[in-house]
């Protein structure tokens, strides 16, 4: 089955421990990207990536950092968490570029205290 | 001011009904457009694509008018189903710009 899987699916932290949440999709996609959404905001993006080791920061970036060592993976990384980073986070990718259909995973709601 | 604005709604329609949501842009070089559904706490998935001669897709038909800078979605004969939230996205420079998104509650 064509997906994209996001671990874990709930967490909760504290200020200033790092965590990985982790992506992956096994559709052979070239574009992957890390979403996070607020109420009323909407989904920002936080950094996408073309290709193996390629990848741009998006509208939100600070405080995130991303790896896309192989083709299926793009673990999103917190170094030190603070509580403006509880959202609900989605990673997506598609075959190509953004021009092409989006596929997301199930989201990560992340809670830091 | 944000580079994709929805109305965020909520739109009360009852079963039946027509209902129109519009969402504007402002950058002009923007090249693809898409309509996506997102189920509450679920992930997005998309809808249709938008293209400039309009596209329709069983009761939904989205349009794209370059010269206002807006796309607009059109779902006919609206079912209990059919309440999501609605969003809106733009492409520019290999990023998607997101709207808020449109929620609709469909009554029976």
Not at chain 1, 96 to 108: A, H, I, L, N, R
Not at chain 2, 92 to 103: E, F
Request: net charge positive; hydrophobic share 30%.
């Amino acid at each position: 089955e064509a997906q994209v899987t996001q671990n874990p699916r709930y967490l909760i932290t504290v200020t200033g421990k790092k965590l990985t949440v982790t992506c992956s999709q096994n559709m052979n996609h070239e574009y992957m990207s890390w979403y996070r959404q607020d109420p009323g905001l909407g989904l920002r993006q936080i950094y996408y990536s073309m290709n193996v080791e390629v990848t741009d920061k998006g509208d939100v970036p600070e405080g995130y950092k991303v790896s896309r060592k192989e083709k299926r993976n793009f673990p999103l990384i917190l170094e030190s968490p603070s509580p403006n980073q509880t959202s609900l986070y989605f990673c997506a990718s598609s075959q190509w570029t953004s021009g092409y259909e989006q596929y997301f995973g199930p989201g990560t709601r992340l809670t830091v205290t | 001011r944000k580079e994709v604005e929805q109305d965020p709604g909520p739109f009360n329609v009852p079963e039946g009904a027509t209902v129109a949501f519009n969402c504007t842009y402002s950058n002009s070089a923007s090249q693809s457009f898409f309509w996506y559904r997102q189920d509450c706490r679920k992930e997005p998935k998309l809808l249709m694509s938008v293209y400039s001669s309009g596209n329709e897709d069983g009761r939904f038909t989205a349009q794209l008018n370059r010269a206002s800078q807006y796309i607009s979605l059109l779902i006919r004969d609206s079912k209990l189903s059919d309440s999501a939230t609605y969003l809106c996205v733009g492409d520019s420079n290999y990023q998607l710009i997101w709207g808020a998104g449109t929620k609709l509650i469909i009554k029976p």
